[in-house]
T-cell receptor
Framework: GDSVTQMEGPVTLSEEAFLTINCTYT??????LFWYVQYPGEGLQLLLK?????DKGSNKGFEATYRKETTSFHLEKGSVQVSDSAVYFC????????????FGKGTMLLVSP | DAMVIQNPRYQVTQFGKPVTLSCSQT?????MYWYQQKSSQAPKLLFH???????NEADTPDNFQSRRPNTSFCFLDIRSPGLGDAAMYLC???????????FGDGTRLSIL
């Protein structure tokens, strides 16, 4: 079956540092890929998505590129802020009508001033 | 704004006392999902509705049931909550295919 593997956290950075959170997947066909963010005590928010190979999703300074050849969708941000501290989930969804999300285990990001 | 709304945000119930969590949406999505999320873990899918078609995950306990009376509303019923059912419960909606899921803010359930 489909699976998503994320780097384990917590990832601890100082403000304005460069962020990379690795995500790789195993899936048949050409799924869509997503990054969700969860702030403490809240639900998940869609951060960005990519629906086909070489697509780049971007939002709020975060970026991720759908790499079919390496089955990866790494999340990057050039300069993190304290307010970016949250848990980040990588996920995939097959493009068939009845598919559901397959999540990675999540990576906690802690940004200090 | 169109959104997914969960009520209440916090729910406390007693061991074995039935509890119902509610979810409503203004996105007019045809798929609605219920997830259970425990601390430091990814959300775990319990079941989902594709329109009125109910889809139960194989490992969802019988203690958990759901109702979707119309497109906008979906309920999670826990018939006899145990201590292990204390968790955050998340509702989400989407359209079919590769469309992303939109999540509510969740209901945090505590069991006394």
């Amino acid at each position: 079956g489909d699976s998503v593997t994320q780097m384990e956290g917590p990832v601890t950075l100082s403000e304005e540092a460069f962020l990379t959170i690795n995500c790789t997947y195993t899936a048949t066909g050409y799924p869509s890929l997503f990054w969700y963010v969860q702030y403490p005590g809240e639900g998940l928010q869609l951060l960005l998505k990519a629906t086909k190979a070489d697509d780049k999703g971007s939002n709020k300074g975060f970026e991720a590129t759908y790499r079919k050849e390496t089955t990866s969708f790494h999340l990057e941000k050039g300069s993190v802020q304290v307010s970016d501290s949250a848990v980040y989930f990588c996920a995939l969804k097959q493009n068939s009508g009845y598919s559901t999300l397959t999540f990675g285990k999540g990576t906690m990001l802690l940004v200090s001033p | 704004d169109a959104m997914v709304i969960q009520n209440p945000r916090y729910q406390v119930t007693q061991f074995g006392k039935p509890v119902t969590l509610s979810c409503s949406q203004t996105l007019n999505h045809n798929v609605m999902y219920w997830y259970q999320q425990k601390s430091s873990q990814a959300p775990k899918l319990l079941f989902h509705y594709y329109d009125k078609d109910f889809n139960n995950e194989a490992d969802t306990p019988d203690n958990f049931q759901s109702r979707r009376p119309n497109t906008s509303f979906c309920f999670l019923d826990i018939r006899s909550p145990g201590l292990g059912d204390a968790a955050m419960y998340l509702c989400a909606t989407s359209n079919q295919g590769n469309q992303p899921q939109h999540f509510g803010d969740g209901t945090r359930l505590s069991i006394l």
